[in-house]
């Protein structure tokens, strides 16, 4: 049973540029959220995609998007890149009702220079 | 979601059980309490959730106590694998989809050889 597969594993980027990010969920679920994690910190929710939409988003700006797909894998983009978007970028999964658990995949590493 | 309070660190000797505490004293009736631990350079993982009874699973025990106002996650016969961050997240059941995670700081984890 896979679960939650994230890439790519670790990623450089330069300010000013575009990134994007991929989640597949565990084998069954439905929803996926993203969270971003600085140095230290909790992670912080982004957002969440549920039927290919946006559901809740937390207090991220625009510059952050995302998609869901009909196999319902994810996307995060992230436009006009700053320093201090360097940071684990988390995705978690779970089945639609079933809220308690969240799964989560090993993150993406994000270092903007 | 109300806010919850834990210890920054914490040690415990293998084999021993690892009590580890958590204050919400602004928890509202429908908030649920999770816990989640993130062992380092891996995403965060499910533990435990409750309302208001005593909950056990393969991995640990939640006490809550009557006004619900703190709680306690036991990890058992505490391992070396054991240590991590452990997050304790308080949060209301809105029902349908699955809804973002507030994590805090949590409690380092240390288990002593």
């Known amino acids: 049973d896979a679960g939650v597969t994230q890439s790519p594993t670790h990623l450089i980027k330069t300010r000013g540029q575009q990134v994007t990010l991929r989640c597949s969920p565990k084998s069954g679920h439905d929803t996926v959220s993203w969270y971003q994690q600085a140095l230290g910190q909790g992670p912080q929710f982004i957002f969440q995609?549920?039927?290919?939409?946006?559901?809740q988003r937390g207090n991220f700006p625009d510059r952050f998007s995302g998609h869901q797909f009909p196999n319902y894998s994810s996307e995060l983009n992230v436009n006009a890149l700053l320093l201090g978007d360097s940071a684990l970028y988390l995705c978690?999964?779970?089945?639609?009702?079933?809220?308690?658990?969240?799964?989560f995949g090993p993150g993406t590493r994000l270092t903007v220079t | 979601d109300a806010k919850t309070t834990q210890p920054t660190s914490m040690d415990c000797a293998e084999g021993r059980a690892a009590n580890l505490p958590c204050n919400h004293s602004t928890i509202s009736g429908n908030e649920y309490v999770y816990w989640y631990r993130q062992i380092h350079s891996q995403g965060p993982q499910y533990i435990i959730h409750g309302l208001k009874n005593n909950e056990t699973n393969e991995m640990a025990s939640l006490i809550i106590t009557e006004d619900r106002k703190s709680s306690t996650l036991i990890l058992p016969h505490a391992t070396l694998r054991d240590t991590a961050v452990y997050y304790c997240?308080?949060?209301?059941?809105?029902?349908?989809?699955?809804?973002?995670?507030?994590f805090g700081k949590g409690t380092h984890l240390i288990i002593q050889p």
């Open positions: 997240i308080v949060r209301g059941d809105s029902g349908g989809g699955a809804d973002g995670l507030t």
């Open positions: 978690a999964s779970s089945l639609g009702m079933l809220i308690y658990e969240q799964y």
């Open positions: 995609y549920y039927e290919e939409e946006e559901r």
